[in-house]
C-alpha cells in the first residue's frame, strides 16, 4: 500500500490508478505519485512483505519576477524591497512599483510557474493651485486665466499673479508633485 502525502494525490501502480497491489514475494513493481502544486516522485519496489509505503510529495516552488518600465523604478514584492521571489506553488504575491515623476502599480499575483510581470509605469499628472492674497487676485499659468493647472510629471509653466493697486509677481516652475502655492501681493 501507498500512503502519499498530501493524502489526495493521484497514485499510479505499474501505471495503473490504485494506491495498492497484491502480488507475489519478490515482484517488483513501478510507483509514481503526483499532485497539483507538487514535485511527482517515482520509483520502484520489491514485495517481501505487507508493508505500507510512505510517499511525501515535495511543494514545487516558482519564481516571480518583475520586469519594471522605467528599469530604474522601485519594486516591492511582500513588503521588501527585490525584484523576484521564489515561493510555494500558488502563494499570492503582492507587489508595488514606483518611480519619481510616475503613477504607482500594484496588485497581486498567484504564483503557479515561473513568471515574468512586465509593468509599465505612466507618467504621472499633478496639480499645483495657486492660493493668492488677495483671494480676488488674477492668476494666469501659461498666458490663461486658471487658479490651478494640472500636468505631467517635469512640465515648465509660467505664471503671474496681479491686482489692481498691488505690485504683481511672475515666475516659472517645474511640475514635480501636487501642491497648493500661495501668493501674497504688495500694495
Do not use: C
Not at 509605469?121 to 492668476?139: I, R, W
Request: no cysteine; proline share 5%; charged share 10%.
Amino acid at each position: 500500500t501507498i500512503q502519499p502525502t498530501p493524502s489526495d494525490s493521484k497514485i499510479l501502480i505499474n501505471g495503473i490508478e490504485t494506491n495498492y497491489i497484491d502480488a507475489p514475494f519478490m515482484t517488483e513493481f513501478q510507483y509514481e505519485v503526483s499532485h497539483v502544486g507538487y514535485l511527482t516522485k517515482s520509483g520502484s519496489y520489491t514485495i517481501i512483505n505487507d508493508w505500507t509505503l510512505p510517499v511525501v510529495l515535495d511543494i514545487l516552488q516558482y519564481t516571480l519576477t518583475i520586469n519594471p518600465t522605467p528599469a530604474n523604478s522601485s519594486i516591492i514584492i511582500n513588503g521588501v524591497a527585490r525584484n523576484s521571489i521564489t515561493v510555494n506553488y500558488g502563494t499570492t504575491v503582492s507587489w508595488s512599483v514606483s518611480a519619481t515623476g510616475y503613477t504607482t502599480k500594484s496588485g497581486t499575483h498567484t504564483v503557479v510557474e515561473d513568471f515574468t510581470l512586465d509593468v509599465l509605469l505612466s507618467l504621472g499628472y499633478f496639480t499645483v493651485t495657486f492660493s493668492p492674497t488677495p483671494a480676488d487676485a488674477t492668476v494666469m499659468i501659461n498666458n490663461v486665466v486658471q487658479k490651478s493647472f494640472t500636468a505631467i510629471y517635469g512640465t515648465l509653466f509660467n505664471w503671474s499673479v496681479s491686482a489692481p493697486y498691488y505690485i504683481s509677481q511672475t515666475g516659472s516652475e517645474q511640475i514635480t508633485k501636487t501642491y497648493t502655492k500661495s501668493v501674497t501681493l504688495q500694495e
